[in-house]
């Protein structure tokens, strides 16, 4: 690895368009269950990959390492200590239960400081993962008035208010700069 990696944590596309943000209705009490989405994340050339990631509570985080090096994943939930996982060989698989809303914070404690990852995790199905042209979509929300909000790691986080129609569409434009 030696002792520093590139920073990847801001994605770009064409124009500027943001990867990796995760958008999101806030107190949202209605509409569909959740449904559990596991999820994977892999330690590999001393970075996590992906390095944005969106799921529900129930769900299962997988780790794994392809890397010839230690690593140890420190998951965090706020402050406090979700797992600690050394990781010495390559092709070791870990899982973990999502159990708690929130953003789970990972680090690897073994002098790989550059590698960072996020896993929002939601107790409800409204949100969204932006893909490389800065795009995201939200199906089958219910008819009513919501904050919408988006989330990046790196550039913080904004809200918009946004209503939705019954069978209808809305659309809204966020524009996240760095700080």
Not at 41 to 58: E, F, K, L, M, S
Not at 118 to 129: G, Q, R, S
Not at 131 to 144: D, I, K, M, Q
Request: proline fraction near 4%.
């Amino acid at each position: 690895c030696g002792q520093t990696v590139q920073n990847d944590d801001i994605t770009t596309g064409a124009g500027g368009l943001l990867a990796d943000a995760v958008v999101y209705l806030d107190g949202i009490e209605r509409g569909a269950a959740a449904t559990r989405s596991n999820v994977t994340i892999d330690q590999n050339g001393c970075r996590y990959v992906p390095h944005v990631q969106a799921t529900t509570t129930g769900s299962t985080l997988t780790i794994t390492s392809h890397d010839q090096t230690l690593h140890n994943m420190h998951g965090f939930l706020g402050t406090r200590t979700l797992f600690n996982i050394a990781m010495p060989t390559p092709g070791m698989r870990v899982q973990r239960p999502l159990r708690e809303a929130g953003d789970v914070r990972l680090q690897c404690d073994a002098g790989h400081t550059w590698m960072s990852a996020h896993v929002y995790v939601f107790d409800h199905p409204y949100y969204a993962v932006t893909t490389n042209n800065g795009r995201f979509s939200l199906a089958n929300v219910p008819a009513g008035h919501y904050t919408l909000k988006v989330m990046h790691p790196r550039l913080g986080e904004q809200t918009a208010p946004i209503d939705v129609a019954a069978g209808g569409a809305a659309t809204h434009d966020f524009q996240l700069r760095a700080r």
